[in-house]
């Protein structure tokens, strides 16, 4: 019985290896179905099998049914203990026990350090090949029993020679024969069974997918992590098998502001696209290639992107972006420069809203807009906030909306360039942790200091570096470009 | 290209939803729920669709060719769908995303997986009980255990849907041409 597979009810599908359902059969077909109005509750019957929703492969293509839905592992068993493998090693015990037990009851009096009782002979077995006498080597003994020594000796000599039940010579003739049998009446690939849906059985099975048995389902384990530095739990799963939910979730993005990279060039073709073809045009497929190269981004071009930026914390941020050197793609310094592609980021701060529960919005929109102090100007709803810092329109604020502000940069993409389009970015965000401390309760030192907590908020600052992809470039051919220099 | 004439013809038992795009000559069968935002465009030629079928939503079904595209009874067409087999047998199965060219005609119970894409160079058909799987469109037959069930299972869907669809969505009648 494999020990990281699951032992109870949970198989694999040997084609597709999607995890199987135990359905009942159909009742016996009347001929004509559509007589059936009575819509029963459930319209099945034993015998059941295994059934396999994706590829609809059934055990029952290998005679795998069962009497009940349930405790399936245990009607298995029987298959399980017939196979060769299992009476191989059955035999192989049996073959061993006399001379485990001679060899345990001889151990166990001459004291042995303390964790070398065994009560299981296959790890006294190996205990007892790990300390066996190698030839022009001196023998380990902390106890210095030779006594000892010589009585193993003595034991291992009485070991007969183990005969395996199958001769493997013969056995490999024979299935060698029936294979090659096989082989030359093959009508398609797909009757052979693939290496990856063989190699999991440890004994040679035969080469037909027909004769693919259902798998037990591999066991994975749930990890629990730590914080490397104060050693608190971050993440710790739920004990149940079946449950994908966490006890503990501390993770940054509770904390760090989500960022999503939209190409607004790339959209609005999106949208060209979509309006075309329900209009039933566009089947030709160079105009969906048009649409298609017009989204995408083009060497010697350069497009505005727009970065978007969540807020999750209760308190307004202000977010600042810097340019970080792209490293470590780029080999030598010539490729380097050639291949650097010009961003242009936002370099003022730019705030973004706390996050509120979502009803609050429709009661008060002007509350929101009242922390932006920089005297920018917006209308009402907030949308579309005018620049008023003086930067050319492409850089800068595109929208302020709840808590989410959509920022723009530019990338100019140069002639030579190829690959993706990825650049660093540094993030760096202060916010004022407005809560004050209640004083009573927390087990603060001194009177004094819970006031001065509670007085004066705190600046709190986070950086991170994030990488922001925008694509790839899309190598076109530019048929205005000629030769000339 | 001759304009596109609508001629919609559609069961009284059927129920499709306000919201369908449809175009061109459409038949549509008893019994059949077509959900909101499906779309059916018979652009060359006509569709006939058979009774019993369920077609959700974003499912695209066009004909691009002359001749008419029949489809059976008791089909599914799964979300985001887009099917343009010339004809489509009974009992099929068409999954999510699934995507069906037009040189492939289905037989009966026949099941595209999910996200798979069919599109042989050459004219098809697909035998009854193939099932097309995996990424790269692998192809197996199903034995055919369990597909009372399955077709039960439909109807008791498509039963539900008839009795919750119009409760929430308004219904496009047929022109009555």
Redesign the interface.
Known sequence: MPEDRCARNCFLCP??RNTLTV?????P?DGD?RT?QI?SAA??EPPF?L?CN?????S??VDITFEKPTGLAAQLQRFEDSAPESLEFERLKEHFEPFLRASSSSALPSATPAHHVHTNPITAAASSALARDIPGVGKYNPLARSRIGRDKHAHRNELPDYKARVEIASAAALSGEADVEFMRHLESI?EVASLDQRWTNSWVASLRASDLKPLRIPLQSKKSKRCPSCRHILIKPEQKAQSVRFKIKLVAANYLPAISVTLPHAQAALEMMKRSS?L?KS?STAAADEQQAAGALIAGHSYPFHLAFTNPLYDPIQVRLAKAVPQGEFVDAEKARRSTFHIQLPSAAFPVAAYQEAWEYEDDEEDMFGLDDDGMEVDARGKKAKDGRGKSRSVGIVERRANVTVVSGEVLIPKEARGDVKFNMLVSYTYRSDDPEPGDDTEVATPSRSQAASRAPEMKNFSFYTVVDLGTIAYREEPRLSVEP | MPP?RDKFTIHSKAVVCQDV?L?GDITIGAGTIVHPKA?I?A?AGPIVIGSGCIIEEGAIIVN?RKEVMRIGDDNLFEIGCRVECPTIGNCNTVCTRARVHHTVRMSSYC?I?AGVLVVPTEDEMLDEYT?I??PAG???R??G?????E??LR??HG?YLRDMLPKFNRLRRGDGT
């Open positions: 084609n597709c359905v009942p059969s159909d009742p077909d179905m059936s819509v319209l099945g099998f059934y994706h590829c609809r492969w059934d029952a293509e797909g329900t039933g089947t | 596109i795009e175009k779309t465009f652009i691009r099941v997986g099932v799987y995996g692998e192809r197996r199903w034995s255990r369990g597909k009372v069930q077709m039960d109807r008791k039963d």
